[in-house]
């Protein structure tokens, strides 16, 4: 397996919150992430702005309901 490098990590990374990894991709960055303190952190921050992303996303389509209802 070969060990990628921090730029092909953080890559993958972003990758994956869009669309499944393949299993290489998958094994290689899982791999790089036990090996790579600064990308597991990295990895976090990514998980943690994907995550408020998805909540402001939840909360704008329930506002905009909210909206619509009212004005019915």
């Known amino acids: 397996m070969k060990m990628l490098m921090c730029r092909e990590a953080t890559r993958l990374m972003s990758k994956r ?29 990514f998980q943690l702005m994907h995550e408020a992303g998805s909540l402001v996303e939840a909360h704008a389509r329930v506002a905009s309901f909210d909206a619509d209802s009212d004005s019915r």
């Not at 869009?18 to 790579?36: I, V």
């Open 17 to 45: 919150l869009d669309a499944p990894l393949g299993l290489q991709e998958k094994m290689t960055l899982r791999f790089h992430l036990a090996m790579c303190g600064a990308c597991r952190q990295c990895n976090k921050q």
